[in-house]
């Protein structure tokens, strides 16, 4: 064989042998990665199974058993989510060391095969102080001169060729490698908002005991607690109208957002959202809400109808410890607690966020509260975890729209000396025209 047919040969075995130092590392990788998808989809089905049990909890009467059972469940459920997001995060780096090992060995088959070929033309080049034109005209006959020439075709051909196969390859895992660092980074935020959840299976089982504590354990408890929570509420929302209608502040319609504009996003992260997608048979909407604004089909389409009447927020389902997120950026105007009063049944522990399009948003019954007074907070951010502090029998946000010029954060008994369980608590209140309709803007 001549020079140039070994090197011809040499190259593509360097060039084309797969590089299977470390195949049986990807191998059992994958191995289990084909696990971890297998446990995911079983995770999968119990999240399912426990939503299934939680809406048919949400069907039958409201009574202690039924709303421990439902806290007990929520935190089950929270616990496979958490699961089920550790494995997706499990799954992203084993692909990643995957890709990684495969990308080292094509680097390194492309080292080799560089090194072979400059090797080849070197010896191409010496061969012996000959140059291909030398060696062409030398040759014993015609045969021999256009073997000659189509072993240098050949050779060039292959190892160009060898090359640009792997210099593509090399590419294209880098791409794969890109997009799965960045699916990891994806699941890296999941988890922290699955951190939240941890924090929420905390949240279930502090209201849980709180809920036993003051009931002793007994229906006939529960039930009487609920009704002094209905009476309590009802005299703070007629002590609330009669100071509505007396604040001095004046709201200009031309300063808000037109109607139907859809300027705030949902108090929600994206599964939440398409979770109330699919649960429509449950809840009758899209949303997961239990209770509109105000009181007639009009109020819910249109923003200036409260009048001191009917409900001035919207009421959406969503289990202790969902991470409640800013419907606009924005700036905190305040925060409170309305539970560290004693007899009053309000809002809870509470954030009212101000916008700069002339309204602000209100997010109450909170378990937890993540901002703090005067921080600017972006669209998405989370504010605070789910709860049903305040005067709630189950657990909800209470999100709420108001014209910012006619809000003020105050204390009924500051306005006005009034004396009921709520006189003391600092809360949101606004003239009666700067309770707005949310679904006029979501």
Not at 177 to 190: F, M, N, P
Not at 334 to 347: L, Q, R
Request: glycine share 8%; charged share 15%; net charge neutral.
């Amino acid at each position: 064989m001549t020079r140039l047919g070994f090197f011809i040969l040499s190259a593509g075995l360097v060039l084309g042998t797969p590089y299977l130092a470390r195949a049986d590392a990807a191998s059992d990788i994958q191995a289990q990665i084909d696990a971890n998808n297998q446990q995911l989809e079983a995770l999968k089905a119990d999240v399912a199974a426990y939503q299934k049990q939680l809406d048919m909890l949400g069907t039958q009467k409201n009574t202690l058993q039924s709303t421990v059972n439902a806290l007990a469940l929520s935190q089950k459920q929270l616990a496979a989510q958490i699961r089920a997001t550790q494995n997706k995060i499990s799954s992203a780096n084993l692909q990643i060391r995957e890709l990684t090992l495969s990308i080292g060995d094509k680097e390194a088959a492309i080292a080799s095969g560089r090194d072979a070929v400059a090797k080849a033309l070197r010896s191409v080049a010496q061969d012996e102080g000959e140059s291909l034109f030398t060696t062409l005209i030398s040759s014993d006959s015609l045969g021999e001169a256009w073997q000659a020439a189509d072993q240098a075709a050949l050779f060039n051909r292959a190892l160009g060729g060898r090359i640009a196969e792997l210099r593509a390859a090399r590419t294209e895992l880098a791409t794969n490698r890109d997009r799965v660092t960045k699916a990891k980074a994806e699941l890296v935020s999941l988890q922290n908002d699955l951190t939240l959840q941890k924090r929420s299976v905390d949240a279930n089982k502090a209201a849980q005991q709180q809920l036993l504590a003051q009931t002793k354990n007994q229906e006939a408890n529960y039930q009487k607690l609920i009704a002094q929570k209905q009476a309590a509420e009802k005299a703070f929302e007629q002590e609330l109208v009669d100071l509505q209608g007396q604040l001095n502040l004046i709201v200009h319609p031309d300063r808000l957002p037109k109607v139907g504009s859809g300027v705030l996003s949902w108090p929600f992260g994206g599964s939440f959202m398409l979770n109330c997608t699919q649960r429509k048979n449950v809840f009758g909407n899209l949303f997961c809400i239990t209770q509109y604004f105000g009181t007639t089909p009009f109020s819910t389409a249109n923003p200036q109808v409260y009048n001191g009447g009917g409900h001035p927020g919207i009421d959406i389902f969503a289990p202790i410890g969902t991470p409640i997120k800013a419907a606009l950026p924005g700036v905190v105007l305040a925060t409170g607690n309305t539970d560290i009063y004693g007899g009053c049944y309000s809002y809870g522990k509470w954030v009212m966020v101000i916008h700069g399009n002339g309204i602000s948003t209100l997010y109450a019954h909170l378990s937890a509260i993540d901002v703090t007074k005067e921080q600017s907070i972006e669209t998405g951010q989370t504010i605070g975890l789910s709860g049903m502090t305040g005067y709630a029998t189950g657990p909800h946000l209470h999100f709420g729209v108001y014209a910012t010029e006619g809000t003020q954060i105050l204390t009924l008994r500051q306005f006005r000396g009034a004396k009921n369980g709520c006189a003391d608590a600092p809360m949101p209140v606004a003239t009666l025209s700067a309770y707005l309709n949310p679904l006029s803007y979501l």
